[in-house]
Nanobody
């Protein structure tokens, strides 16, 4: 699976952005997908994840209620809708995928994902 993240940009605090993660491969609908981010000088951290159907989702506490992960398997794309953005959301955002094992839990760990896209930069100005 190859992943391509896009949609980043510069936005004012309180604004919104929608990131996209486009995937190649006809079996993408069998993969769980996660979004991670890495701010300057900080470690990469978990943001959100969804299972193969999008029916199960999980969010980091820092984004819960503001971000929404969703997917459209017919076009092999996963989205991250980000509302009420804050300067501390500034980071490079990465999407990642792993074959969905059917487990109820979604991984929040970097090593829980096998495939990674390049990042897309989100900058939130105050």
């Amino acid at each position: 699976v190859q992943l391509q993240a896009s949609g980043g940009g510069l936005v004012q605090a309180g604004g919104s952005l929608r990131l996209s993660c486009a995937a190649s491969g006809r079996t993408f609908s069998t993969y769980a997908v996660g979004w991670f981010r890495q701010a300057p000088g900080k470690e990469r951290e978990f943001v959100a994840a969804c299972n193969w159907s999008g029916g199960r989702t999980y969010y980091a506490n820092s984004v819960k209620g503001r971000f929404t992960i969703s997917r459209l398997n017919t076009i092999n794309t996963v989205y991250l809708r980000m509302n009420s953005l804050k300067p501390e959301d500034t980071a490079v955002y990465y999407c990642a995928a792993v074959g969905d094992s059917g487990s109820y839990s979604l991984s929040t760990m970097l090593h829980g994902y096998d495939y990674w896209g390049q990042g897309t930069l989100v900058t939130v100005s105050s």
